[in-house]
């Protein structure tokens, strides 16, 4: 072979691995490459808090107002960076008043969410059945309007930052006695009810130990909507007020049909009272009601006026005693979990446990050896269909 031939095709193959070159993004002549990227970090997971309130059906004003406290706690939370850099999640249940239903989500949440922690249910009475639950399984539950008391008694897993009723009752019966000069009352409540039965039986204590007269006892169930026969047996006594221990469905009815009779006096209540909901059904029979409570949305209070303007804005309504216990209670729920800076139920408990001299919308707050809280009521009375501070 000739030199020109040989000559020929090393040139076509130089063209040929040139072209090879471009074509995968190379050149003729070596260019320096881009160093890799690091890799990102890999976000935290949400921490996830399960939360069971009536949502639906009875008494469903104190679950819906429980619930958007939550979750304005939770949004401003997130908003702020989460829990040491991790989003929070909160699952909701509907337990609809119901003591078993209660039961169910607590397990559901526990065993198939793994939540870490628990806030609810709404009333007593699903605690003492749920609570147990969340004690077996080691799991931090916290209720936000548990006033009961034993509530704290069911283990060392189980908080509350509600205040108690015996811890209530006794400013508000001093309160009412000195307001209205009560020399005798009769007393209704329902007695198929944890929380009402609980009240009853301090109002009772109550009574007795300010030397006023009891003319008379008249009970009734829940979900009972007609009070005549009560309401005529109370009314033949005369008294000078209305002890009055129920949820705020069957008290509101009860005040409504009592005015309907011919009754002008105040009836002074516990924490069933606490609901606009009853305002809205009982509008102006409710006037002069007396009723102790942990939360005043007049409270002059940098971070409770923001409360009330943000919960307003989100809802379209003031809060109440039930939405405030709630947002306080997600940020102890959450400071909790910071300070423990773990998901770790039992970290969590302790972490808890251990908060003291939290500035809340409803005050300022500490657990006290039995995981119940450590904060003074504010006495209530209403009047033009609004709560207003009794002084």
Known sequence: MS?????????LL??????????????????????????????KKPIKVGAVF????????????????????????????????????????????NKDL???????????DEVTALIGPTLSTEMFGAGPVAQQSAIPALGISNTVNGITDIGNYIF???????????????????????????????????????????????LAKNNIAITTEASFNVKDTEFGAQLTKVLATNPDGIV?????????????QARKMGYKGPFIGGNGFNS??????????????????????????????????????????????????????????????KNANSTNRDKVRDALAAIKNLEGVTGKFSFDANRNPDMAPTILIIKGGAYTELK
């Open 54 to 97: 009536i949502l639906s059906g009875g008494n469903s004003g104190y679950g819906i107002a429980q619930r958007a406290g939550v979750e304005l706690a939770r949004d401003e939370i997130n908003k702020a960076g989460g829990i040491n850099g991790a989003q929070l999640e909160v699952i909701f249940e509907d337990s609809q008043g």
């Open 244 to 256: 009055l221990s129920a949820l705020y469905q069957e008290a509101a009815l009860v005040m409504v």
């Open 3 to 11: 030199k020109r031939p040989r000559f020929a095709a090393l040139a």
């Open 14 to 43: 130089l063209t040929v691995l040139t072209g090879l070159l471009i074509g995968c993004g190379g050149s003729a002549k070596e260019t320096a490459k881009p160093a890799a990227e690091a890799p990102k970090a890999e976000a």
């Open 276 to 337: 606009p909901a009853l305002l809205e059904v009982a509008k102006e029979a409710a006037d002069g009601a007396i009723v102790g409570s942990p939360w005043f949305p007049g409270r002059d209070d940098p971070k409770a006026k923001k409360f009330v303007a943000d919960f307003t804005a989100k809802t379209g309504k003031a809060p109440d005693q039930f939405a405030a216990q709630a947002f306080d209670g997600m940020y102890l729920m959450a400071t909790a979990i």
């Open 160 to 206: 509350r930052n509600s205040l108690p009723e015996a811890a209530i009752l006794p400013y508000t019966v001093k309160q009412a006695i000195a307001k209205y000069s009560l020399k005798k009352v009769a007393v209704m409540w329902a007695s198929n009810d944890d929380f009402s039965n609980g009240g009853y039986t301090i109002f009772k204590q109550e």
């Open 102 to 112: 209660a039961i169910n989500a607590f397990r559901k949440l526990i065993d198939k």
